[in-house]
């Protein structure tokens, strides 16, 4: 499969740009101060210039090796010589493919609009879920009341790190003053739960009217997952499970196996718009729903996501709402107001690429 855009002269740059946290983000896996993350920049002959992102999260992507920039550096010369990208040569490098038909795609409009929609050209927002972080019970119940206050209805909370007893108290907390009508709850325990406790955590999860949990138990334990997702204690998303998936005959087969009730996809992880896209019809196909969410990208890669993510008739919060992670993110034609992710055509022009950059290493 050729993924075609553009075909002229063109050139690439490539640069590495440190991101700087606004705080410690925990997840199960640990804590995120900084996060590196590789910004393409494909300049045509007119000299326009097109940017996309690159983005690998330790210990849980599948293309994050020593080898990635020596990769990425062949994927950019393949592309200057042909001027199309070759999805089957770089698969096992999703966001790679990610970061590229972003740029590519942004070269061919000559814009960061990649997706003409009512989200790019009528400001039509897209509903998002506000995150709860992980840290300590007051760390997490102050960031719990900030997000009701700011007005989002969907909330989700990444659990599995502190005592199990305390998130429950977390979600009491919630469910004490709001239904499942008012607020909706998610809950993400990236593979936290032990395979002897897993039932009783769901059971116990279950009392708190839940949206749905993602990934109860590491990925590959593919016969608890089925029989986790068969009892129906609490709807289950699959995430982790689908990294490294990349064929198509794959998916189908995980899917078919394990029967979610939804899966959660993120470009960056899961092959580009292409390999979302793949999986996206083969859940239409069995009637698994899904959602699009950031694996922690900048703006850049957020912006690329959301404007995708509209053009699949969303009807549910999107996890799109990591914008505001960074104290130097690059600022960009979107914005958070109450559980809204707004573009805002009028601020194109704004964008300060060279600042952003400013600060980076270039590696090509």
């Known amino acids: 499969m050729v993924y075609i855009l553009r075909k002229m002269p063109l050139h690439i740059s490539i640069y590495k740009k440190v991101l700087n946290f606004t705080f410690k ?28 992102e690159c983005s690998t999260l330790p210990d849980l992507s599948c293309d994050h090796n020593d080898n ?39 070269l061919a409009h000559r814009s960061p609009v990649l997706f003409d929609s009512p989200f790019t050209s009528k400001s039509e927002p897209i509903a998002i879920n506000g995150l709860i972080w992980m840290g300590d019970f007051a760390t997490m119940a102050q960031r719990l009341e ?62 708190y009217d839940l949206h749905s949990i993602e990934q109860p138990v590491k990925a590959g334990s593919y016969a608890l997952m089925k029989s986790l997702c068969e009892a129906k204690i609490i709807p289950i998303a699959l995430d982790e499970e689908l990294i490294g998936v990349h064929d198509l005959k794959d998916k189908a087969e995980l899917l078919d196996s394990i029967r979610p009730d939804y899966i959660v996809l993120k470009p960056s992880l899961h092959g580009g718009f292409a390999g979302c896209s793949e999986f996206i019809k083969l859940c239409r196909q069995r009637d698994i729903g899904f959602w699009l969410t950031s694996a922690l990208e900048s703006n850049i890669g957020l912006n690329a996501i959301a ?58």
Request: charged share 25%; hydrophobic share 35%; proline share 2%.
């Open 25 to 52: 983000a925990g997840t199960s896996r640990g804590y995120y101060t900084t996060k590196d993350t590789y910004i393409v920049k494909i300049e045509d002959q007119s000299g326009f210039s097109a940017y996309g």
């Open 68 to 106: 990635y920039e020596n990769v990425l550096k062949e994927c950019a010369h393949a592309v200057m010589a042909s001027g199309h990208l070759d999805l089957d040569t770089y698969k096992s490098y999703p966001s790679i493919i990610f970061g590229f038909e972003t740029a590519l795609l942004s």
């Open 146 to 207: 900030s997000k009701i206050n700011d007005g989002f209805k969907c909330i989700k909370i990444k659990i599995g790190a502190i005592d199990f007893d305390k998130e429950l108290e977390l979600l009491d907390k919630i469910r004490s003053r709001f239904d499942k009508n008012t607020i909706q709850i998610r809950v993400d325990a990236n593979g936290a739960f032990a395979p002897h406790e897993a039932t009783d955590k769901l059971k116990a999860l279950s009392c």
């Open 307 to 364: 404007q995708y993510a509209f053009m699949h008739n969303i009807t549910i919060p999107q996890g799109l709402g990591t914008g505001l992670l960074y104290s130097n993110n690059i600022d960009y034609p979107l914005s958070v107001r109450g559980e809204k992710l707004y573009f805002d055509r009028s601020l194109i022009a704004a964008i300060d690429y060279e600042k952003f950059l400013s600060d980076s290493s270039r590696v090509m």
